[in-house]
């Protein structure tokens, strides 16, 4: 059964936005730090941006800064990844991961948790 359940994907033009988001449960939300990675045809999963369980730590890949924004919503156990001035080299299949360490984080072999994939074509 899956635990993380991904959506929010889809075709946006260069410098449009999207909003992904990712579902799970009330304890993997309260006790796992929580991540988007994606990967592109050919190349390997990476980590696009990630949050600590209590909110308090993010990172962002170098070529998202100041485009992206992870946040946690505990009303309804989401982690949302707004994305904004997308360029082609955004495109990928996004996914979002639990971990149980911030280092694992950084690492997507050291994931725990994976939601299945949302496409994100940017593309005019």
């Known amino acids: 059964q899956a635990q993380l359940a991904a959506s929010g994907g889809g075709l946006v033009q260069p410098g449009g936005s999207l909003r992904l988001s990712c579902l799970t449960s009330?304890?993997?939300?309260?006790?796992?730090?929580m991540g988007w990675f994606r990967q592109a045809p050919g190349k390997e999963r990476e980590v696009v941006a990630s949050?600590?369980?209590?909110?308090?730590?993010?990172y962002y890949e170098d070529s998202v800064k100041d485009r992206f924004t992870i946040s946690r919503d505990n009303a309804t156990n989401t982690v949302n990844l707004q994305m904004n001035s997308l360029k082609p080299e955004d495109t990928a299949a996004y996914y979002c991961?639990?971990?149980?360490?911030?280092?694992?984080?950084?690492?997507?072999?050291?994931?725990?948790?994976w939601g299945q994939g949302t496409q994100v074509t940017v593309s005019s």
């Open positions: 991961g639990a971990g149980r360490s911030i280092a694992s984080m950084r690492n997507y072999r050291s994931i725990t948790y």
């Open positions: 009330g304890s993997i939300f309260r006790l796992f730090h």
């Open positions: 949050m600590s369980s209590n909110g308090g730590i993010t």
